[in-house]
């Protein structure tokens, strides 16, 4: 699991780099992003290779503090007050996860992730599930499930355009993947977790009618990221292997995608002057590449086939039906064409209609190929799709079976 997310992770951050350094003023207005950007690199590998609690802190820590200073090296005037929003919701997380972390090395007398799927199954179960909520509510905060989402949306847009698709594309989904982590090995349970779903029903609509009321690309994207982050947590909630799988391959597919779809924001922003849906038209003429590189990225994300979002979401329904867990089946379906509507909405006011007059800066081929690249990955994604869900099914399964992980990790069984 650790493997297929880090190769996911690497192309989008190979990507995204590229995009950056082809993006005109990216050394000069901040000389030191090349550095922070790869101490937030460091800290998304660490995440996800580490087997011990304190370590994922440091590696929380490591990517939080990059993004502190990539988030707000360009802020100003309104944008001031969303940093700093995001500045103290990720210290209020942070010292949350330590807490955290510090109940259960005091009743379990360790941190290491695989001794601790057998040292917890002697803590009182009254407690054991306690604590496994509250990990699940401070990483809930780091991936903006509902209602823990709040910071997001102002956040992400005031950063510049790599900044914001390197954050989409990678943050708030390692605080899913430690959310599916932890909860599988760690506070497993025997059937659905209602209210786990009932959780990822509310982000999936909240979300998406949030991206709906917006005006600009940015924004729009922004409550999407919310809304998508439901969908994974929808196949947690379901606890079985189709499910579980379902929301790796659905992980995998949204980094690729949200960040090519932040990539192709950023390029209608640097051509156009701005991203807003009421001030541009015409983009598919004036630019057809933009157009091009949006139209497979905006359909994957709907769940439109053939393209990977499609994949992923048929796997959660039929997880779904599997689980007979209907409601939250069609609440997802609701929130996928609710989806494709604002996606609608941005091809509409963006990319339709007669051009915008005005000088208007060329592309530069960097930023083009970044993009496109991811668009790729996407589109490939959904050509191997067996593939990737029998290796997404070997993972689930490995994380389900009681004492496989303790066995690998260890050499130990008991």
Do not use: C
Not at 196 to 207: D, Y
Not at 256 to 285: P, Q
Not at 388 to 401: G, K, S, V
């Amino acid at each position: 699991l650790a493997v297929l997310l880090l190769a996911t992770s690497a192309a989008a951050l190979l990507a995204v780099l590229v995009y950056a350094v082809a993006k005109p003023g990216t050394d000069t207005e901040f000389p030191g992003f090349h550095a922070v950007y790869q101490l937030l690199a460091a800290g998304v590998a660490l995440s996800l290779l580490t087997g011990d609690l304190f370590t994922l802190f440091v590696a929380f820590e490591m990517m939080l503090t990059a993004s502190y200073v990539l988030i707000t090296y360009r802020a100003g005037g309104s944008g001031t007050r969303s940093t700093i929003t995001y500045v103290v919701i990720g210290l209020v997380a942070s010292a949350l996860l330590l807490t955290a972390i510090a109940f259960t090395y005091a009743v379990t007398g360790t941190v290491n992730i695989a001794d601790l799927t057998l040292k917890l199954e002697e803590v009182p179960r009254g407690f054991r599930t306690g604590l496994g909520w509250f990990f699940f509510m401070v990483f809930g905060i780091k991936a903006a499930i509902f209602p823990l989402f709040f910071w997001l949306p102002d956040s992400y847009p005031a950063a510049p355009s790599p900044v914001t698709a390197l954050f989409a594309g990678l943050l708030t989904k390692i605080g899913a993947y430690a959310i599916v982590r932890t909860q599988v090995l760690l506070f497993p349970s025997d059937g659905p977790a209602t209210f786990m779903l009932v959780i990822a029903g509310f982000t999936m609509v909240v979300g998406v009618l949030g991206a709906i009321a917006q005006k600009d690309m940015k924004r729009i994207l922004s409550f999407h990221i919310v809304s998508q982050i439901g969908y994974m947590i929808m196949g947690l909630g379901f606890f079985t292997v189709a499910g579980v799988a379902a929301a790796i391959v659905f992980i995998v597919h949204q980094i690729v995608v949200k960040a090519s779809l932040f990539l192709v924001g950023g390029l209608v922003e640097h051509t156009e002057g701005t991203g807003a849906i009421d001030k541009v038209d015409g983009v598919a003429r004036r630019s057809p590449i933009i157009a091009l590189l949006f139209l497979p990225a905006a359909l994957s994300l709907a769940g439109f086939p053939p393209f990977s979002g499609f994949v992923g979401k048929l796997a959660l329904v039929e997880s779904g039906f599997d689980a007979g867990r209907w409601a939250v089946v069609g609440v997802s379906l609701f929130a996928s064409v609710l989806t494709l509507f604002s996606m609608t909405k941005i091809w509409a006011g963006v990319f339709w209609g007669k051009p915008t007059e005005g000088e208007k800066r060329r592309i530069p081929a960097g930023m083009a190929t970044a993009t496109a690249g991811l668009v790729v990955v996407s589109l490939a994604i959904a050509v191997g799709a067996e593939p990737l869900l029998e290796y997404a099914r070997d993972a689930a399964a490995e994380l389900l079976t009681e004492g496989a992980y303790r066995a690998n990790v260890l050499g130990v069984s008991g």
